[in-house]
Each structure stands twice: as C-alpha cells, then as structure tokens.
C-alpha cells in the first residue's frame, strides 16, 4: 500500500490505513535483499519463533523488541521448507513453531469496488492480502480458524485470536464454500485440518 519510492500512503487510502501505517515501525523502511544473498549453509543455531509469537536463543527469551525486530528482517524460508537467518556472508537455520511472525492489526476498506484487508505485523511490517500476499485460511487441531498471510517472501505471520475473530466477520459462504475476498483475490477456508 506504500509508494516504494517515498514511503507514503496513496492519498486514495482511508484515514484508518493512514493511521495503520503511522504506527508500523518499519512504514516506509524496505527490508535487506535476503531473497538475493546466496551465502553458504553454515548451521543451525538455537533460535525459535514459538508459536505464541515469542522469540528465544538457546532457551532464554529475547526480550528485546528492537532485537527482534533486526533478526526479523533478515529472515528467509527458503523451497526446502526451513527457515533461515541470511546475510550476505552467512546462513543459518532457525526452528518455527507456527508462524514467522504475528498480525496483530487489520484494516479493511473498499477499494475499487472490492474489499482489502492490510495488515501490520508485531514487527512492523505493512501487506494488503491479495495475490502478492495470500491469506491461508485453516481450520485447526480443534476446530478452531487460523488465518496467516503472506508477509514477504514465503514468511508468513498468523492473526492473533482478536483478529481471526474480527476476519471470521468477513466469512462469505456460497454453497459448501467458506471463503475470504481481498484485493481482487479469492481465499478458500481449507476443509482439511491445518498444516503448518
């Protein structure tokens, strides 16, 4: 929803995205080129993201937000499946337990006659759901809806509980079908139970 160029909000946007965007820490700052780094394999470390959201290094919590914030924009999930820490020297395996990160704000407006949702992550990033960045809507172990999106890349981050809450109020159903609509895009709610 950014001019890559200035960093600013289309004036077209509501005062609601604008607002958004304002509180994203990163609004504007474009993440390093990991997806182009091509460093040798060096390792796995003892990094997680646990599913809560919560980051840890060799068991003790990292309690630094901005910490957090600078791992996570060098973060890859490369065709293998695996997640890793890349620069441009080096590259490193991290466990994910769910998601790479959270969403934990969500915007929807009228655009173009269709619906777009935009999300901030707890991380700051900003993505409109779309064809760029598709949602993936499960159902989990017991029932419940687990929506992610798309962030950048393959990494994805999973809507808080208020925010699958406040997404399940945008549910179409047609027929058998269970589905999302968001920047001229379609999003099946899958009927199998979630993969991760």
């Known amino acids: 929803m950014q001019d890559d160029a200035t960093g600013t909000v289309p004036s077209d946007a509501g005062a609601s995205l604008a607002a958004l965007v304002a509180r994203a820490e990163r ?4 993440a390093p080129p990991v997806d182009r780094w091509e460093p040798e394999f060096c390792g796995d470390i003892d990094m997680v993201i646990h ?6 290094y060799n068991g003790s919590p990292i309690g630094r937000a901005a910490l957090v914030r600078l791992f996570s ?18 590259k490193l395996g991290i466990t994910v337990e769910d998601a790479h990160f959270q969403a934990v704000e969500m915007n929807r407006e009228i655009h173009d006659g269709e619906p777009l ?24 172990p017991n029932g419940e809806f687990r929506p ?22 945008h549910v179409k159903t047609d027929g058998e079908r269970q589905f999302v609509r968001s920047g001229g895009a379609t999003f099946d709610i899958a009927a199998s139970q979630a993969g991760s």
């Not at 609004?27 to 474009?30: C, D, I, L, N, Q």
């Open 27 to 30: 609004a504007g700052k474009g």
């Open 117 to 140: 949702l935009t999300f901030r992550t707890d991380v700051g990033d900003i993505c409109a759901a779309g064809p760029e960045n598709p949602l993936r809507l499960t159902i989990g």
């Open 73 to 90: 924009t060098v973060l890859r999930k490369d065709v293998d499946g695996r997640t890793y820490l890349v620069t441009p020297v080096e």
């Open 148 to 169: 992610y999106v798309t962030v950048r890349g393959r990494l994805e981050a999973r809507l808080t509980r208020a925010l699958a809450f406040d997404l399940a109020d």
């Open 51 to 56: 599913a809560d959201g919560r980051w840890s």
